[in-house]
């Protein structure tokens, strides 16, 4: 029950979180950051009365009806639910923060909060810090079992089936939307005879928020993937690091039976499984305990196992 409550609260907190990115951050500037409400934004430009979460409804529809058919009822429950909460908030934010119908239609920043908020100037900050807050919200509801809707269940179809990692079928998916929309709209947003920000150049920001959203959501549902292999070979029984592994470490280590190639000498090889932190104290201890040591350290990609993640499912769709 615990779980299940966790898993609701945070589809609901991070799609308020996306929600309020693409309101105070890409909306108001016409960037296109890919994704169902990538195209809903090339789609406002050109009717304007039309809320970019409405248009946000009118995609979501079928590849809900598709999501619950490819991808489970269990997923598609949360995914529906997730996918008409964030264009609702997304509309009803829109609609506190501008003071008059036309400044909502138009989505003058000028206008947004008061003028308070207004980034202009400041294209390229306002497309990191929407595609960063984008990827923290996007990578919560993700984390819980579910998408926002949109792309994100052609993500998660394309990672069921083509086994494509998440975060780079979102980056894949999301790049055709953006481009799609530029050969639509010629570049889909700004001005051409603007000298001081053409089309082109918003075209840029809005890969750049792309890019950065992609690798957010990969670091909240996997966090930093930092974790190192060391093997330790010595001559001698390594008795005193087996002691700081399992006593200071509080972790646990493989001893494989194992001889030199030339020598033909029998020698201990020791494969354990640390976090970076704590690589540096591992290698101060085998100095100690033997400076003649061979050991090699290199990444882990995965850790699955007691003291690391569980082992996945059958079934159960991995983020990343």
């Known amino acids: 029950m615990k779980k299940t409550i966790s898993s609701w609260v945070g589809i609901f907190v991070g799609c308020i979180i996306m929600a ?22 090339v789609l406002h430009n050109l009717f304007p009365s039309v809320q970019v979460g409405t248009f946000g409804y009118m ?8 999501s619950v058919l490819l991808l489970g009822s269990k997923l598609g429950s949360r ?11 997304m ?25 308070c908020l207004d980034m202009s100037d400041h294209l390229m900050l306002t497309s990191v810090i929407g595609a960063v807050i984008i990827g923290l919200g996007g990578g919560i509801v993700v984390r819980s079992r579910a998408t926002t809707g949109g792309t994100d269940i052609v993500a998660m179809i394309l990672q069921k089936y083509c086994h494509i990692r998440f975060s780079k079928a979102i980056l894949l998916v999301d790049g055709i939307v953006v481009l799609f929309g530029l050969l639509v709209i010629g570049f889909g947003i700004g001005n051409p005879d603007d000298a001081v920000q053409p089309s082109l150049y918003l075209s840029f920001y809005s890969l750049i928020t792309i890019y950065i959203s992609s690798r957010v959501i990969a670091y909240v549902i996997n966090g930093e993937k930092n974790d190192k292999i060391v093997f330790v070979i010595s001559d001698m029984r390594l008795t005193a690091l087996h002691d700081y592994i399992i ?11 194992s001889s030199g190639l030339y020598t033909k000498a029998d020698k201990e090889m020791l494969f ?19 400076p003649k040591a061979f050991v090699v ?19 159960e769709l991995q983020p990343e």
């Open 20 to 41: 309020s990115a693409f309101v105070y951050f890409i909306n108001p500037y016409n960037l296109v950051p890919g994704g169902v409400y990538g195209a809903s934004i």
């Open 272 to 290: 354990l499984v640390v976090s970076y932190k704590e690589v540096m104290k591992i290698k101060q201890k085998i100095r100690e305990v033997d």
């Open 247 to 257: 006593g200071d470490l509080d972790r646990t280590a493989t001893c494989i039976k």
């Open 79 to 89: 995914t529906i639910v997730a996918a008409l909460f964030t264009p609702l908030v």
């Open 91 to 115: 509309n009803v934010l829109s609609y506190l923060s501008y003071p008059t119908e036309e400044a909502l239609h138009q989505l003058d920043p000028t206008q947004l909060l008061g003028g």
């Open 59 to 66: 995609f979501d529809i079928p590849l809900l009806i598709i």
């Open 297 to 315: 350290v290199t990444d882990a990609y995965d850790a699955f196992g007691e003291g690391w993640k569980e082992l996945p499912k059958e079934g």
